[in-house]
């Protein structure tokens, strides 16, 4: 009995990392998203990967997070894609998030975070 039990819960453990996988190559950036909630996504992601002991190297998560931003995103893809060494998960927040304020600045709107912090404070 504990035999089958052990493969029982070892199937059911294949099956979870291969949904979880799943899961990870398959997060898109909705409209709604600002690039902290877009990013949280891998973050826990990954955190669930690891738990069933399946390590995801930063430079996929860095690769897998920039493959799905809108087109006004393909010159920053380029640029960071482009460097001899690709940035590291917490760099790449800090410089999606600042490149966020500078294209919403630029474009003259504001951030869909500001707008949701001003929601929330009326």
């Not at 009995?1 to 099956?15: R, T």
């Not at 640029?79 to 998960?89: F, H, I």
């Not at 760099?91 to 003259?108: A, C, K, M």
């Amino acid at each position: 009995m504990s035999k089958a039990l052990i493969e029982f819960f070892k199937k059911n453990n294949d099956h979870r990392k291969l949904a979880l996988k799943d899961k990870l190559q398959g997060i898109k950036m909705q409209k709604i998203d600002i690039i902290p909630q877009y990013l949280i996504k891998f973050t826990q992601c990954r955190d669930e990967l690891g738990r069933v002991d399946v390590n995801v190297p930063e430079e996929d998560l860095v690769r897998l997070s920039l493959l799905v931003f809108p087109k006004s995103w393909h010159k920053y893809q380029d640029l960071v894609n482009g460097r001899e060494k690709l940035l590291n998960w917490e760099r790449l927040w800090f410089d999606l998030v600042h490149e966020e304020i500078r294209q919403n600045t630029r474009d003259g709107t504001s951030s869909k975070g500001e707008d949701e912090r001003k929601n929330c404070i009326s």
